[in-house]
C-alpha cells in the first residue's frame, strides 16, 4: 500500500490496485452505488460497486452483520470484524495475503467491505507462494481454509479471501494448506513475528489499535499466545493425517 507508482487499476480494469497508497481511504469514504447479492456461501455477501470521485469506480465486497447466520461457536453478529482483523494481522505483518478490508455502513447496515480481486481463469501457483497463507491460518486461528479461498490474481499473486471463522480462543485450525507441517521456520518470518508481536503488546501501529475494536480481549491474548507458540517452536504446526493434495 506504500508504492507511490501503483497502477490505479487492477489488469482487468474493474477494481483498484490493491498496492494504492489511498486504497484504505477509498474503501472507507468510497459512495456504495449499487449492492447486488452474491449467490454463495452460508452468509449473505454483496458485490458493491464503489464511487471514489476522481478515482473512478471499482467493485468490492461486502459482508453486512445482519446477514451472518447465527453459529453455536461463534458469537453473532462477529464474523464481518474477524474478517477485518484478520486483514489489520496481515497488514502489521508486512503481508500482502489479505485484501484490504475496512469497516462500512452499506445498504444493509454495518459490515465488513473488501477490496474484490480480479483473477485469472488458470494459474500455475508454486507451492512457496502459498507459504505466507498457511502461516497467517496458524496465526489467526483459521476454522475454515478451503482450496476456492486462495485467488489466484490477475497481477501474480495469491490472495486469501473469507476469514470470518477466525481467532476463536479454542484451536480450530483447519486449512487445506499442510504442506510446511514441520518445516522450519524462516528467519524473516520470526523477524515478521517479533515485529506482530511487539506492534500488538505497545499497540505502537494504528492497525493494532484498530485490532482492539475488532477482537475480544481474550481473543488478543490467544492470537499473542499462537504467535510467541510458533516463535518458540520454531516451525509450523504438524497434524497427525496426511497433507491435503492441493492443486486448481
Known sequence: MDN??????????HAW?????DIVRLLRTAGHETTQPIYYGSNHTFLVTLAGGAAGESFAVYKPARGEYPLYDFPNGTLYRREIATWLVCALLGWQVVPPTVATMG???????????ET????????DDLRPMALLDVLVN??????????????????G???GLTFH???????????YAGTAMRPSECADLQGL????????DVCAQELVDMLSGSELRALEARIRGVLAGGAFPNPRYKPVPYRW
Not at 107 to 117: R, V
Not at 142 to 159: F, M, Q, S, T, V
Open 107 to 117: 445498504e444493509f447496515g454495518k459490515g465488513s467491505l473488501q477490496l474484490f480481486i
Open 169 to 179: 480462543v479454542q484451536p480450530k485450525l483447519r486449512t487445506v494448506l499442510w504442506h
Open 17 to 21: 490496485h490493491p498496492d494504492r497508497p
Open 161 to 163: 479471501i473469507d476469514h
Open 197 to 204: 508481536l511487539s506492534a500488538l503488546r505497545r499497540r505502537s
Open 142 to 159: 483459521n476454522a475454515d481454509r478451503k482450496a476456492e479461498h486462495c485467488l489466484p490474481g490477475a497481477d501474480g499473486r495469491i490472495w
Open 4 to 13: 507511490p507508482q501503483a497502477d490505479p487499476y487492477q489488469p482487468g480494469g
Open 120 to 127: 485469472v481463469a488458470s494459474a500455475e501457483v508454486h507451492v
